[in-house]
């Protein structure tokens, strides 16, 4: 519609300027309805309305506003009904960083601001902005209600529109809530693989430095014929070396004191690099006793020779133990995200709660370990398998510890327990936080309902908790929840029902 084909005779009503929060300002005129009404025809939730059926509304506002300029901040209160004559409307989510999303676009013969008015939300959770030079009409709360009694086919077009608009938006909001979900997943999970991975790198580095050392050392004494007790004595060596990595844990104070004998033993046999070996060799699990077979059958130079060699041994044994290790955790993670999408594609089969709950323990690791939160595990649910076609049940665990470690102060323990009722398995998740307010506490599982800042959650994480549970499995969701104990018991049949049965 031409901006100028809007504009209208001149009020008598006179005109004027609001100022935005943004610091932009509109040109607010006060117009009596039947001035507007061949802009009112020719637009689509007005068409076939004359302005004579539209009883009870005799005034609205005629607002003009630049390209850019902010109609409605994120927060602000709601309390009319906009529909747009010329230009265009950008409707945006306010995103936690300052960035904005863009939701949806108002154009030309079209409204908004209808949802909040029909559902009694007042508060505006997006931001509305002009994208080009506009000009728009602006019924009051009383008026829309007017309009709405008195007339069926705007009545119609508003409802449609709400309709359309909270599914599109559940849609989009729903698809923001699961990449939130992802980003927090991928975020912990590098971090997760990041350890393993650059221990890995640490001892490969060392293994090859140890392997220069062991060839120097080789051809120093290739020279020299080994007798039949030094070839005996450093066999004996090896084959503990080369053992395995399981070896006895020390407190740190034994193994200092360890560390301590056996490098002074070492320098007082003249051996170069004692205070280097020392360490190596009581990390392996050898004593001055073992090795004294070689102080015994070498001279000194060649002990010496004999024991750096064999302390680049061990110490590559330690750094192939290393590097075993990281590998077998990289592994560790990767089996848990492959239950983790395992649990989401497959529809009909035996799941085991309990490893579905370890399962997204260690893919959140990192959270917890950064807040130096501790997990208390109480797994008393026997059996911990139930038989469902049910899915997503990792989504339901990710978004109550993840809600558990955000309630939870630093240091704080979070506590997961499992138990046994008569045809249920019980799983109990919580949390020694502030707790949640009572007058919040029954409208936790609404959609889009959050305490959260603006633009830090989308109001759906419950929501999606309480769908999975009560719709995807016949289970039951509850919450308990005092001042420093906050509690989600999920109740889940050992069978969940197909085909109809209950």
Not at 155 to 162: E, H
Not at 165 to 192: C, D, F, N, P
Request: charged share 20%; hydrophobic share 40%; glycine share 10%.
């Amino acid at each position: 519609m031409d901006l100028e084909a809007v504009r209208g005779a001149d009020s008598d009503l006179g005109t004027m300027t609001e100022t935005r929060t943004s610091g932009e300002s509109i040109e607010v005129e006060p117009i009596r309805l039947r001035e507007v009404a061949d802009a009112l025809a020719g637009t689509r939730v007005f068409a076939g309305t004359p302005v004579e059926a539209i009883r009870g509304v005799e005034q609205v506002e005629r607002v003009r506003a630049r390209s850019g300029t902010v109609l409605i901040e994120p927060g602000t209160l709601l309390t009319h009904y906009w529909l747009v004559l010329a230009g265009e409307v950008l409707v945006k989510h306010q995103e936690a960083n300052g960035a904005g999303t863009l939701v949806g676009i108002v154009h030309a013969g079209e409204g908004f601001g209808e949802v909040p008015l029909l559902h009694g939300s007042p508060a505006s959770a997006f931001k509305i902005i002009t994208g080009q030079d506009s000009v728009l009409l602006r019924f009051s709360a009383q008026d829309f209600w007017s309009m709405m009694a008195c007339c069926p086919s705007v009545r119609g077009a508003v409802l449609g529109d709400s309709a359309q608009r909270i599914q599109a938006y559940k849609v989009e909001a729903l698809h923001r809530e699961k990449l939130v979900s992802l980003g927090t997943l991928a975020a912990g999970l590098m971090h997760e693989l990041n350890n393993p991975s650059a221990a890995a790198r640490r001892s490969a580095s060392q293994l090859r430095e140890n392997l220069q050392r062991l060839q120097e050392i080789s051809l120093r004494g290739s020279g020299k014929p080994k007798s039949p007790e030094q070839i005996g004595c450093m066999k004996g060596l090896l084959d503990h070396a080369l053992g395995g990595c399981s070896l006895r844990a020390m407190s740190s104070l034994d193994q200092a004191d360890a560390e301590e004998a056996m490098s002074e033993w070492l320098a007082g046999a003249g051996v170069e690099n004692a205070y280097t070996i020392g360490p190596v060799l009581v990390s392996m699990g050898f004593n001055e006793r073992e090795i004294a077979c070689a102080k015994e059958h070498f001279d000194a130079g060649a002990f010496s020779d004999a024991l750096n060699w064999f302390g680049a041994l061990v110490s590559s044994v330690t750094q192939v133990c290393a590097i075993e290790e990281s590998i077998a955790r990289i592994s560790e993670l990767v089996m848990a995200v492959k239950k983790f999408a395992y649990d989401e594609r497959t529809p009909g089969r035996a799941l085991d709660v309990h490893d579905s709950l370890q399962s997204t323990l260690t893919i959140l690791g990192h959270k917890l370990r950064l807040k130096q939160i501790q997990v208390e595990k109480r797994f008393a649910a026997s059996p911990a398998t139930i038989e469902t076609r049910g899915y997503a049940l990792s989504q339901v665990w990710t978004n109550l510890i993840d809600n558990a470690a955000d309630a939870s102060p630093a240091g704080a323990k979070i506590e997961i327990s499992t138990w046994s009722e008569p045809g249920w398995l019980v799983v109990c998740i919580g949390d020694h936080g502030a707790g949640i307010e009572p007058d919040v506490l029954p409208h936790i599982f609404e959609p889009f309902f959050t305490t959260k800042p603006q633009g830090s959650g989308t109001g759906l994480g419950l929501e999606i908790v309480h769908r999975i549970i009560t719709q995807k499995f016949d289970g039951t969701i509850a919450v308990e929840s005092h001042p420093g104990d906050t509690r989600f018991i999920v109740r889940l049949p050992l069978k969940t029902p197909v085909n109809g049965e209950r």
